[in-house]
């Protein structure tokens, strides 16, 4: 369904002294149909990044992506924005997800109308729809993101990208700003509506319970490669990549060992321990 | 509550000077230009505010020169805050190569002062006040580039401007749906400082000479007298009029643009418990 | 034990006048911290834990509506006048805000912000209060103190930046320290590191942990209190609240971790303007009975120490 | 420091610099007439064809317009600005003398706005709310409304007219002519000139600060000094105060430029024999070698004045080095 090749995503600051910084740094993996993949990692690791890339929010560098048999990559703009409906993006902070100015119902139709999907009155009935299947109510349409708590905006924000059917969703730790109490009905709720809806989904979360909780596999990012992949729990369980058992540790309760910065390898190579379970070698 | 009431007070001064300007022909009871009686006279049933040296009622000057005053703030202002906002937007908005060549543009421009530009390009041309208007405008509207790019540039990388690209929206689209009324707050109030601004560049324009000899305006009218003697004579009739006539104008739109800036940042916000 | 305690709070009513009304940020709380202990304060945005912490040292804003009484070794802080209160800041109570980003001034090097605090209470001169600024920062886990002290606080990372935090808090070595959401916004691995500094730094004064995270309060607090809405809930031993949790809101709190099965508690926190009538929790909770909605329901025992404010245990 | 920095910071200036020249070298050419004819003219009231003819060919005005622009560029920099239609002397000399006048004024009102307006400002901010700060942002406003020349005139009116107290105008008495220019009688001409200035200055500095004082007040590093045990004179002072001003350091390169404009006003008001009276005087005259002058001379005070912000902002902000964009 997902494949991405090889991905790399720089930023450079600065004009005059460029100075080029490798947020995703040949990155490559799979997602099948209907599977969830978590995406782990510190903050700052390349994460946001990766998913931004995927959907060419970010423009990566190089490396090719191919959703659901396109290849996104070779998309020109104007294709490019035919095929967005295909995969959409959730974020962190569900408040500024959505435009300050605009009632729920307005931000709900907004890419319903953009595609001309459907007649005044058929956009209408399907916002209606749209905001009871994420458990608001028609007295919420009028309104606006401040007069809403956390979780009914990330409600909103749900209801909007799937407006689209997307088949394809990055939701980038879409949960991270909640309290665990309304966590754990988001949680529930995306993956609910991801399961009616059969989207393939890339779960970004630096919390290791919320990815057990929600990915089938799951992936450990850091400094902008991933390091280990494989099935979510053998991987959190049996965790063979030095960097991904500092995380598993820090997340325990009780002592743990800290762990120095870790020496990258130059030119890392990949190593299957289990089946489905690769992990990059150190030094 | 008192916030309330000079709001309300500078909107109806602001609204009375369009008043005055829209219905001069009404209201003056001469012609500005015409000789109406002895020169120098003090205010009198015939003359409300007296007569200056060319015999010419003072009254009816004031009356027609708020045409001249709302002309250049509010058409230097539209233009200076069209161009800035529509600037701002393209170069926060595209940034990269597009803005890196609009910012050292500005540098450049900014650098030069627009004042005595403005003075030395007034002078060339023998003005015709919409030209001043616009010339100030034009040179007014740097500010405006950069205030309008800075908030343009938080605005391009929010979420919801991300997120609505994610759905699948143009460029154009995104700027005017939601890049535009986050910055429409901010080129409101622009619009009335510059405005104030501009009225008060425009009759200093007319005290220093450069003016459209074919209308009336306060600041001719404050550089005749005070280079007349008319302060030396004790001729207040000359002299006070249209300088208060300017500072009341001034003022109004200063409360208004602050009252404006107070509702758009809240952090600014006097505190009355 | 109540008259051993090292801060009593009773009765406090912390209020603040909006346009759409009096915001009840905290109402009527009782408590107590001991010598030595570690208090968690648990709670979720808008329950009223940060403003608990800010107001014991009478860091809010001017225009708030306190009432009640801090009795801190038997002297009411709220009655201090502000020059005695400015004794108590810093020296007597010290305080970790949350959002360790901006509470730096980042024109000042952190060795500096810390000696300032050093200079002014215990009348070090500059070279030596530098020289225990320095000190302060390798106690906290800094590497490279002497260098770190030198520099400005926006070349520190955001767990960097929560360790100078705390070592400023802790520079004259008052007797309680408040840590408001130290672990806020950190990820796993910076998060472990600072919970491992908190169990770590000495054992000699009091701590009052406020935190939405129920994990760190577990491995931090001796005594943990749950507030909901402006009130505490529930308080008791860690390990009796925690492991076998009275209030249905706490039960609710663990059992929607990810770890805890997931569940949700429905709805969502009530406005501080617009209270609910009754137990607060009513209109949430799963085991609310007719009277709930019409009764405040007050603190109950419901073990040692343990007490919790529920209709169920009248 | 950034060497890349300042270089674009020179780069800058410069074009400005080229920019101010080629304007007037367009304005000139545009101009309806010859430009020989009307400067002999200007001089020596006539200009017969034949001195007009050689002046153009000892002026190179008969060649290629590429090659005059490069020339009049060339000029520019060397400091030949040309000749005054009114002084009949080198644009430079004339501005030279007058900048001194000009900055007898304008240096003690600016290094008092400056001041007053950080002072004053801060502690408005401060004090947000209170009576005081209430009527103090309340009088700035309503003198920052008042136009600069019509506020010269009244305290022309109030203070020389009516209450007698400073002279009418001028830079020195008519004693002068007798017993040479006496600095005490100067300042006592300069009072109401720099008082003007100050206020027509001091209004944007108090408003800037006591923005930039509300927005540092919020601040959680402020809470941080507080929780420290500080008094707060100590946090206004050391904390609040250092970091306001950054913004500060941006307003007043600007209102250097903004105070040559204020001069303008200010002088032709009270007769004092600055760059504005100048002005006023190539205003009214047309002189276009003098009015290009004054232009060029502003441009490069402003340009100084970039430089020094430049300057200065690392030595407020450490995390500014000289070299990031703002």
């Given amino acids: 369904m997902i494949e991405v090749t090889d991905l790399e995503t720089c930023f450079s600051t600065g004009f005059i002294r460029r100075r080029v910084v490798r947020a995703v740094d040949g990155v490559s993996f799979r997602i099948e149909e209907g599977e969830t993949l978590g995406l782990v990692g510190e903050s700052g690791c390349g994460k946001t990044t990766l998913g931004r890339s995927i959907l060419r929010l970010v423009e990566p560098d190089r490396g090719r992506i191919v959703v659901d048999g396109t290849d996104v990559t070779a998309l020109s703009r104007s294709e490019l924005r035919c095929f967005r409906p295909r995969m959409q993006m959730i974020f962190q902070d569900a408040y500024t997800s959505l435009n300050p100015r605009m009632r729920v119902r307005e931000s709900v139709a907004e890419p319903l109308k953009i595609h001309r999907m459907g007649s005044r009155t058929d956009i209408d009935r399907r916002v209606r729809e749209l905001i009871e299947e994420v458990g608001l109510n028609e007295e919420h349409l009028n309104r606006r993101p401040y007069e809403l708590s956390g979780g009914q905006n990330q409600r909103v924000v749900l209801a909007r990208v799937l407006a689209l059917k997307p088949r394809f969703l990055v939701a980038d730790e879409p949960t991270s700003a909640l309290d665990v109490s309304v966590q754990a009905q988001i949680l529930n709720l995306i993956r609910d509506l991801g399961h009616d809806y059969r989207m393939t989904c890339l779960y970004i979360s630096h919390d290791l319970g919320v990815t057990r909780a929600m990915s089938s596999r799951v992936a450990v990012m850091l400094e902008g490669r991933i390091v280990e992949i494989g099935r979510t729990a053998d991987v959190l369980d049996r965790p063979s990549h030095p960097y991904t058992r500092r995380l598993v540790d820090a997340s325990l309760t009780g002592p743990c060992a800290s762990l120095e910065r870790l020496p990258l390898p130059a030119a890392p190579t990949t190593v299957e321990v289990r089946s489905g379970h690769w992990v990059e070698e150190t030094v | ?273 | ?314 | ?326």
């Fill in chain 2, 1 to 273: 509550m008192h916030k309330k009431i000079v709001l309300a007070a500078s909107l109806g001064i602001v609204f009375a000077y369009c008043a005055v300007a829209l219905l001069a022909p009404v209201i003056a009871p001469y012609d500005p230009h015409a000789i109406t009686g002895a020169p120098l006279s003090p205010p009198d049933r015939d003359h409300l505010l007296g007569t200056n040296d060319l015999a010419q009622d003072i009254f009816s000057g004031l009356i027609w020169g708020t045409r001249a005053t709302l002309l250049l703030g509010f058409v230097g202002a539209a233009i200076a805050v069209t161009v800035g906002t529509a600037a701002g937007i393209v170069s926060g908005y595209y940034g990269g190569l597009i803005d890196e060549a609009v910012m050292r543009l500005l540098d450049v421009a900014m650098t030069i002062p627009i004042f005595p530009l403005l003075l030395i390009l007034t002078t060339f041309f023998r003005p015709g006040i919409y030209l001043i208007a616009v010339l100030m405008g034009l040179l007014g509207s740097f500010q405006g580039v950069r205030l309008i790019r800075s908030q343009v540039l938080s605005l391009a990388v929010a979420d919801f401007v991300v997120g609505t690209r994610a759905l699948g929206a143009g460029d154009g689209y995104i700027m005017a749906r939601h890049i535009l009324p986050g910055v429409l707050p901010l080129a409101g109030v622009k619009f009335v400082t510059s405005a104030q601004h501009f009225m008060l560049i425009g009759i200093g324009l007319g005290f220093l000479g450069i003016t459209d000899p074919s209308v009336v305006d306060w600041g001719q009218m404050i550089n005749r007298a005070s280079q007349n003697g008319a302060m030396i004579l004790g001729l207040w009739w000359w002299l006070i009029p249209p300088g208060l006539a300017v500072t009341l104008i001034s003022l109004a739109l200063a409360w208004l643009g602050y009252a404006c800036e107070d509702e758009i940042n809240p952090r600014l916000r006097v505190m009355r418990v």
């Fill in chain 3, 1 to 314: 034990m109540t008259g051993d305690a090292l801060l009593e709070i009773r009765g406090l009513k912390v209020g603040f006048p909006t346009p759409e009304g009096l915001v009840r940020a905290s109402d009527t709380v009782d408590l107590e911290i001991y010598p030595r202990e570690t208090l968690g304060l648990i709670g979720e945005t808008g329950s009223g834990k940060t403003v608990l912490g800010m107001a014991i040292l009478r860091l809010l804003q001017p225009n708030t509506i306190i009432e009640g009484e801090i009795r801190y070794r038997g002297r009411d802080l709220l009655s201090l006048p502000e020059a005695e209160m400015q004794r108590v800041r810093g020296r007597e109570i010290g305080i970790v805000l949350q959002n360790s980003g901006t509470s730096l001034n980042p024109v000042y090097t952190v060795g500096t912000q810390i000696a300032e605090a050093v200079i002014l209470h215990q009348g070090l001169s500059g070279p030596d209060a530098r020289q225990r600024a320095v000190e302060l920062l390798d106690a906290v886990g800094i590497p490279d103190p002497v260098r770190m002290a030198g520099e400005y606080p926006h070349r520190f990372s955001g767990g960097m930046r929560e360790r100078a935090l705390i070592a400023t808090a802790l520079a004259c070595r008052p007797n309680l320290l408040i840590a408001d959401e130290p672990t806020k916004g950190l990820d796993a691995v910076t998060k472990r590191g600072i919970v491992d500094l908190f169990s770590e730094i000495d054992r000699d004064h009091s701590v009052l942990f406020i935190t939405h995270d129920i994990e760190t309060a577990g491995d931090l607090a001796t005594r943990v209190a749950v507030m909901y809405a402006g009130e505490i809930v529930e308080i008791g031993g860690a390990e009796e609240v925690l492991g076998d949790p009275a209030h249905p809101y706490t039960r609710g709190l663990l059992a929607s971790l990810p770890e805890r099965g997931m569940q949700p508690i429905p709805g969502s926190a009530p406005s501080l303007i617009t209270l609910p009538s009754g137990c607060r929790f009513s209109p949430r909770c799963g085991c609310a009975v007719e009277n709930c909605s019409r009764e405040h329901p007050g603190l109950v025992e419901v073990g040692s120490g343990h007490y919790a404010r529920c209709m169920l245990y009248d």
């Fill in chain 4, 1 to 326: 420091m950034n060497g890349i920095y300042l270089l674009k910071r020179l780069i800058t200036s410069f074009a400005a610099f080229c920019i101010a020249v080629t304007i007037m070298f367009a304005l000139l050419r545009l101009m309806p007439g010859d430009y020989i004819t009307m400067y002999l003219e200007a001089i020596y009231r006539y200009a017969p064809p034949d001195v007009v003819e050689a002046f153009n060919r000892v002026y190179g005005l008969d060649r290629p317009i590429l090659e005059q622009y490069v020339i009049y560029l060339l000029d520019a920099f060397r400091g030949n600005w040309g000749y005054s239609f009114i002084y009949k002397v080198p644009v430079i000399a004339v501005i030279g003398e007058k900048l001194v006048w000009t900055l007898i004024i304008l240096f003690p009102a600016t290094i008092l706005a400056t001041l007053a307006g950080i002072g004053i400002g801060a502690y408005s901010g401060w004090r947000r709310g209170s009576k005081a700060d209430v009527g103090l942002l309340n009088g700035m406003i309503f003198i920052r409304a008042i136009p600069s020349y019509w506020l010269a005139l009244m305290i022309l009116i109030i203070f020389a007219y009516y209450l007698n107290l400073f002279p009418l105008g001028g830079y020195v008495d008519t004693s002068a002519l007798a017993t040479g220019i006496d600095p005490l009688d100067v300042a006592n001409h300069a009072v109401l000139p720099i008082l003007t200035l100050f206020l027509f200055s001091v209004t944007g500095t108090y408003y800037l600060m006591r923005n930039t004082m509300l927005m540092t007040a919020g601040e959680d590093y402020i809470t941080t000094a507080r929780a420290k045990g500080l008094d707060e004179l100590t946090i206004l002072r050391k904390h609040a105060l250092k970091n306001a001003m950054l913004p500060m350091v941006t307003l007043i390169t600007f209102e250097c430029a903004g105070m040559i404009t204020g001069s303008i006003f200010v002088e032709t008001i009270f007769s004092w024999p600055g760059l504005g009276m100048l002005t006023y005087k190539a205003l009214a005259a047309r002189d276009l070698p003098l009015l290009q002058g004054i232009l060029l001379i502003d441009t490069l005070f402003v340009i100084a004045a970039n430089i020094a912000a430049d300057l200065i902002y690392p030595l407020v902000d450490p995390r500014v080095q000289v070299g990031d964009d703002a």
